[in-house]
C-alpha cells in the first residue's frame, strides 16, 4: 500500500472506517446525514462502521478514565 501512514500490518485496509477526508469532516458529514436522515436511516447507511466508532470513543475514554488515571493517581500517592 503506497502512500499511507501505517504499517501494513496494523492497518490493512486504510478508509475503511475513516475515509482519507480526515476525522473532522467525516463526523460532520455523519452529523449532517443524521439530520438528513435521522437515526434510523444512519444506521442503514452506515451500519457496523458506526458501532465500530462508538465503540472504539468509549473504549479510549474509558481506558483512560479507569486505567491510566487511577494508575497516575497511585503511582504519585506511592512516590511520596
Excluded: H, Q
Excluded at 482519507?20 to 462502521?49: C, H, I, V
Amino acid at each position: 500500500m503506497v502512500g499511507t501512514s501505517f504499517p501494513v500490518s496494523l492497518f490493512p485496509f486504510p478508509g475503511l472506517i475513516f475515509p482519507p477526508m480526515g476525522l473532522a469532516t467525516y463526523l460532520r458529514t455523519l452529523r449532517d446525514e443524521r439530520r438528513s436522515l435521522g437515526w434510523k436511516g444512519l444506521f442503514r447507511k452506515r451500519g457496523w462502521k458506526l458501532v465500530a466508532l462508538v465503540v472504539a470513543y468509549y473504549l479510549i475514554r474509558d481506558a483512560i478514565l479507569y486505567i491510566v488515571l487511577p494508575l497516575g493517581v497511585a503511582a504519585g500517592l506511592l512516590n511520596r
